[in-house]
């Protein structure tokens, strides 16, 4: 029997097409809001570092009432580092809405989350978002979709998804170009009438998978997931499960406190029912995959392999002469810690602990945004470490050596394409097809994933600013040969001490400047870059040497460069093979692995042999 009165979507897109926005105003349209009461924009994006990126980094979910109907909704990650988030959550959804934007169309990402849904049998809703813009291509986009939808192998009913129109900020939508629109009710209307009301098998025994952890200090992990089958109490008897750990004997726990979603907040029941979206407290080892049973009824559920991570870093204690002055958690124990718990609920991340060393650990992601995330995040938590490069993790496949390939696609002004396609060509990448949409031009590559290490920024300075990249894992390939990281080398502090004019204006002449006067500096830290070709030692602590003897030029004011201000993403983007971050609270400073300037020469000269 179906649960007339309950529906379960999730908002899938690219980055930055408008899921979020587009919740807010399902939120505020289905008045759940009082009338004077102060909302934020894009209220679902609730982490700091959500709302200052711009970015959904964790699926969220919420529920809204539309006249007799209860719409629980997932607003779902669009960056591709956390696929991991979207793969999970639809397994408890019965549709979804698929955003486009108007200009931009398809991406890489919109092909992953799309074939994912389309994986699972759900209905598609497809809404065509930023209407308004002026270079908006309406049509086109709708045949791209269209097209996406047949690569894919949708099924004739997925091939013939409702199609909508909308304006997000504004909340508009309409079900052709040629109607005004005027809220979002005919969006409201055809989840009602499109999206199939999940099964409520409310007489056989409980039964729920466990799509989704969240993590509360007080009362330790929290389960969320989609009940299958029957019901469940507050304070019932449980049995714990997993279809794919076969070894595993099924643990006995007790729901503890049992919360059902209402707009933003949990509501506490006493009892839920088939087909509702639920959180469930009380059971202290539970992960994502577990099926949550009936005590005489143990039946555990397949659940979607969540795909393996591509590339890896390695976090260590921080050994640097500044070490501890600005961390409040600075030791290994302390820094394990955090790193195992963050998999507690992030299971697209690996914590394994360095062979031989008590102080490092090797941490491996979807890509450099899901690691820089979890590094910003600790730093703002009080950590002090530091990581190495990014690299990628190679598979054996058939005795041949792989390494990850990325679908790249890239949306540049016309008089940019013969500089994209060069550098590209030169990180091996290999062009599958070229689209032209107005005065740019769409196109698609098929790229190692170390390729693009440290290729964002220059992909910036190539297009003025008005390109836009976008990548997602495609498949492993043998691997492509060498890769030129970067083009620069580095500017080396000589010596411990404060960064002076004198000394900084004597080492510009070298390259380009990191740092301003008066910044502390320890031998081995990285000042600033030089195209010079190897790294070169400067003296920024140097003072002028005072004497009795005055010439015209001697008391000129000495004029500095203004310093090369980076972010985490573009430090981490620079690092060389022997060369590490230092992340503290305060600061980011870049170092060489090795900081005596004797011992980096030594180094060098073995290498050479």
Not at 5 to 27: E, F, P
């Amino acid at each position: 029997m179906a649960a007339k009165d309950l529906r379960n979507i999730a908002i899938i897109a690219h980055v930055d097409h408008g899921k979020t926005t587009l919740v807010d105003q399902l939120l505020k349209q289905s008045g759940i809001y009082r009338e004077n009461q102060a909302v934020v924009d894009r209220v679902m994006d609730s982490n700091d570092l959500e709302r200052e990126r711009g970015i959904t980094i964790l699926a969220k979910n919420t529920a809204v009432q539309y006249g007799n109907t209860k719409i629980n909704i997932v607003d779902t990650p669009g960056h591709a580092d956390f696929g991991g988030e979207v793969e999970r959550i639809l397994k408890m959804v019965n549709g979804v809405i698929l955003l486009v934007d108007a200009a931009e169309g398809p991406l890489p990402q919109t092909r992953f989350v799309l074939s994912k849904a389309l994986e699972l049998q759900h209905r598609v809703i497809i809404v065509i978002n930023k209407i308004d813009r002026p270079d908006q291509r309406v049509d086109e986009v709708v045949d791209e979709v269209l097209e996406l939808l047949l690569e894919l192998n949708a099924s004739d009913e997925q091939l013939d998804s409702p199609i909508l129109y909308c304006c997000a900020k504004q909340g508009l939508a309409t079900r052709s170009m040629d109607v005004a629109p005027v809220d979002l009710k005919p969006l409201f209307d055809t989840i009602i009438d499109y999206i199939p009301a999940p099964l409520q098998d409310t007489e056989s025994p409980f039964q729920m998978l466990v799509s989704a952890i969240d993590y509360n200090e007080f009362v330790g992990r929290i389960a969320i997931g989609r009940i299958e089958r029957g019901s469940v109490r507050q304070n019932q008897e449980i049995a714990v499960s997993n279809y794919h750990d076969i070894d595993s004997k099924p643990r006995r726990a007790k729901v503890v406190s049992l919360y059902e979603f209402d707009g933003l907040n949990r509501v506490a029941v006493q009892e839920a029912s088939a087909g509702d979206i639920i959180a469930i407290s009380g059971i202290g080892d539970i992960t994502i995959g577990d099926t949550i049973t009936d005590t005489l009824n143990i039946d555990p559920l397949p659940f979607m392999q969540i795909s393996a991570p591509t590339m890896e870093m390695t976090f260590c204690v921080n050994d640097s002469p500044f070490a501890g002055r600005e961390g409040k958690f600075v030791t290994s124990r302390q820094l394990r810690d955090r790193l195992f718990r963050e998999t507690l609920k992030d299971i697209s991340l690996r914590i394994t602990e360095v062979e031989g060393s008590t102080d490092s650990f090797n941490v491996a992601g979807r890509g450099e945004m899901h690691l820089s995330i979890l590094i910003e995040t600790m730093r703002r938590e009080g950590y002090e470490f530091q990581v190495t490069p990014p690299r990628v993790l190679y598979k054996e496949i058939d005795g041949v050596k792989c390494e990850p390939l990325e679908r790249l696609v890239v949306d540049v002004p016309e008089e940019c394409v013969g500089v994209c396609i060069e550098k590209l060509g030169a990180r091996r990448g290999d062009m599958l097809n070229m689209t032209p949409t107005g005065k740019r031009m769409k196109i698609e590559f098929l790229i190692p994933a170390r390729g693009l290490f440290g290729y964002r920024n220059e992909f910036l300075t190539d297009t003025r600013g008005e390109g836009i990249m976008a990548s997602v894992f495609e498949d492993y390939a043998p691997c492509r040969g060498e890769i030129v990281r970067r083009q620069e080398s580095s500017l080396i502090a000589f010596e411990t001490g404060e960064a002076v004019t004198y000394g900084l204006f004597n080492a510009q002449e070298r390259g380009q400047l990191f740092i301003g006067a008066g910044t502390p500096v320890y031998a081995g830290m990285i000042v600033g870059s030089t195209l010079r070709g190897e790294d070169i030692a400067v003296n920024v602590c140097k003072r002028k040497q005072l004497t009795n003897i005055r010439s015209s030029s001697s008391d000129e004011a000495l004029r500095l460069s203004t310093p090369r201000q980076m972010s985490l993403e573009q430090c981490i983007e620079y690092l060389a093979d022997d060369e590490l971050l230092e992340v503290t609270p305060k600061t980011l400073r870049l170092r060489k692995r090795l900081l005596d300037h004797t011992q980096r020469m030594r180094e060098a000269h073995r290498n050479q042999q």
